[in-house]
T-cell receptor
Framework: AQSVTQLDSQVPVFEEAPVELRCNYS??????LFWYVQYPNQGLQLLLK??????LVESINGFEAEFNKSQTSFHLRKPSVHISDTAEYFC????????????FGTGTRLKVLA | GAGVSQSPSNKVTEKGKDVELRCDPI?????LYWYRQRLGQGLEFLIY????????KSGLPSDRFSAERTGESVSTLTIQRTQQEDSAVYLC???????????FGEGSRLTVL
């Protein structure tokens, strides 16, 4: 069985400061990892994904995440956040364990303060 | 349609009634997922359909919950004898392939009085 742990339920950070949202996973099979974002009053949308290849993946709005197999982590980082980054961020994992169901973490609410 | 469509967007029902929630995935998407999101909580996996394969029902919380999908088209999630703890937003997502990006609908907000 697969699982995802997001250790921080809420992360307040000042504008232009760096941020790291933590995600750890558990799986007995090869994994594919994702970060989804849910802006206030909007639906979930993909932020970035790791399928294979380079372990460092980036999004178009400056976020990056690194797949670390030895630490079973996929932490999300941004060197300088904006007010508009305020949202809930969900880490997700899938991999073939009979089926390809996606398992989501409980989410981290990022609040960027002026 | 251009995106995943869910209906109704809001449903208020009395405890004990049955409800049906509908999901219309993006055309051509073979994978379809249902999740439940309780207030302030994460996404709880309910069920996964992939093409004509048998669905993965491992997340359905009780036998009051069931879902159907005909081929690669519309899916219906049915909750029988609703309870107050069923109150949540029910999200549907579809994907073109098994490890592809999930496209989410806006959700169906269910309130059980």
């Amino acid at each position: 069985a697969q699982s995802v742990t997001q250790l921080d339920s809420q992360v307040p950070v000042f504008e232009e400061a760096p941020v790291e949202l933590r995600c750890n996973y558990s799986s007995s099979v090869s994994v594919y990892l994702f970060w989804y974002v849910q802006y206030p009053n909007q639906g979930l949308q993909l932020l970035l994904k790791y399928l294979s290849g380079s372990t460092l993946v980036e999004s178009i709005n400056g976020f990056e995440a690194e797949f670390n197999k030895s630490q079973t982590s996929f932490h999300l980082r941004k060197p300088s956040v904006h007010i508009s980054d305020t949202a809930e961020y969900f880490c997700a994992v899938t991999g073939f364990s009979g089926t390809y169901k996606y398992i989501f973490g409980t989410g981290t609410r990022l609040k960027v303060l002026a | 349609g251009a995106g995943v469509s869910q209906s109704p967007s809001n449903k208020v029902t009395e405890k004990g009634k049955d409800v049906e929630l509908r999901c219309d995935p993006i055309s051509g998407h073979t994978a379809l997922y249902w999740y439940r999101q309780r207030l302030g909580q994460g996404l709880e996996f309910l069920i996964y359909f992939q093409g004509n394969s048998a669905p993965d029902k491992s997340g359905l919380p009780s036998d009051r919950f069931s879902a159907e999908r005909t081929g690669e088209s519309v899916s219906t999630l049915t909750i029988q004898r609703t309870q107050q703890e069923d109150s949540a937003v029910y999200l549907c997502a579809s994907s073109f392939r098994q490890t592809g990006e999930l496209f989410f609908g806006e959700g169906s907000r269910l309130t059980v009085l």
